[in-house]
């Protein structure tokens, strides 16, 4: 068959998509229907297949998802000056859901290689955690982190560097010594000291203090996210002792994932020290022990329903929903399917198929669970003067995404159709298996940090305009949607379903492909390229004003 440079998403649409940059005076030819395009139509934008009056509903992935401001002639284009906002509306569930999974025989017996926790989970990466409770001891955790992972020597003078190689020839033996340009010993070690580990993440952040005690208690179930996630072997915090974050109310929160204790945590508060130096070196010192622990770990085969999988896109286009979201929908039955963890976020991008994951909602309490979050959501948008309508962006706009509800039709295809299984607030942990919608902004680094503090030990990133996004202990995966973003912006792309848009691969064969990469990923026999090119992005999502 021929190639059709467009396509209709649903027999109930009544816009169809361009696949390639087409003319004006072009003649299209879809079924019955036959006219020419007004205006130039450049790929990933829509055009009209009927003469549409002003107020005509638009429909697109067989849902609303905009009305016409205007008359629009037939042919014509979509963009922001015929096309407003507009979603349907959604209540209780209106019809039960039957879910037929994909076949995952291929994948009954497939193991990857992880580490083991104490707690039942299994780590992907194996990484120390170094965080604060409050951003005034960002400078303390720079400092910490200058001395462990800096190159030996070429740095600006840091007292406490010379202690974590005193304490490195203590475990290896070590004595090769060279002088630095500063005049100091300098210790020629092995690459890896700690072969097992796979690096030491350091977070700051601007919270903790000054802000609502919520936005304080978020945080902390933030953080104590990310040290229950299966990737962090163990982790050191720094408190200063003041702030509304207090060491305690982390503990509390950590308890609440963690309550058997299972991994190594050292806590510092500096105003119980004194000075800066007497705290950072016990901290040091902790730290140096709990990588010696660490390192002692190995990665022992595990099943995939050991997996926990965030999906995610950002820096869409119009072809976002087309190819990689859909694709990586597959892929994420296919996980869920085989016992897997898979957590879907980003509300803002969901607006306009609530109904639909309603629908899909295994019980009451989940469905409710959904609007209640999604309408709080809203209401606090509305509340600052905006609202979901106002989420594209203007690359979004550019590459063909003129309404939100466009956005979320597509954006809520990377989570595939199994049902429903639990809504979780931000900074919740997921332990259901199957999928999980998670409450986050569209923000990337806002709604990553969220899924990798949910417990995600890997993300899939789906973009169609670039975008270099990574965070410090849940490895993101970026999949282009198309080919010319794939071969433009090679340093930040691991995955391209192109080949959907152009013939040559289905959604299910690329479905596939990411999940055989996954394993791959998971066993750590490669890094994807935001870990190569150390992206460790983390901002925390605060919801108060400052006080």
Known sequence: MAFQPYMQLDPADNVLVALQDLPAGMEVHFQDVHFRLVRDVPAKHKFFMHPMPADAAITMYGTLVGTAVTDIAQGDRMDTQNTRHAASAYGEKTAMYNWQPPDVHRW??????????????????????????????????????????????????????????????????????????????????????????????????????????????????????????????????????????QIPLFEEELARRMPAHTKPVHIFEQQQYGTEQAMLEVAIQATFSGLVQANAQQRQPAPISKLTIGVKCGGSDGFSGISANPAVGHAADLLVALGGKVVMAEFPELCGVEQELINRCTDEETTTRFSMLMNE??????????????????????????????KSAGAAKKGGTSPVVDVLPYGHYVRKSGLSLLCTPGNDVESTSGMAGAGCNLQLFTTGLGTPTGNPVSPMVKIATNDTLASRMPDIIDLNCGGIITGSHTIASSGEEILEYVLTLASGEVATCAERNGQEDFIFWKRGVSL
């Not at 005034?136 to 202690?163: H, K, M, S, W």
């Open 108 to 245: 009954q017996d497939a193991r990857f290689m992880g580490y083991l926790r104490a707690d039942g989970q299994v780590g992907t990466r194996n990484y120390w955690l170094v965080i604060p409770l409050v951003f005034c001891e960002n400078r303390n955790v720079d400092t910490i982190r200058e001395a462990f992972i800096q190159e030996l020597g070429y740095a600006r003078p840091n007292p406490y560097r010379q202690l974590v190689r005193s304490l490195l020839r203590t475990v290896q033996g070590n004595t090769q010594h060279a002088e630095t340009q500063e005049g100091e010993e300098r210790v020629f070690l092995p690459d890896r000291p700690f072969p097992n580990i796979d690096g030491i993440r350091f977070l700051v952040h601007d919270g903790g203090c000054g802000g609502t005690r919520e936005d304080s208690r978020n945080l902390c179930m933030l953080l104590a996210g990310y040290v229950t996630n299966p990737n962090v072997a163990g982790a050191t915090i720094l408190s200063l002792g003041c702030q509304h974050a």
């Open 377 to 406: 959501y809203a209401a606090r948008a509305k509340a600052v003067g905006s609202g979901f309508d106002m989420n594209p962006s203007p690359g979004n706009i550019r590459d063909g995404l003129i309404t939100d509800a466009i």
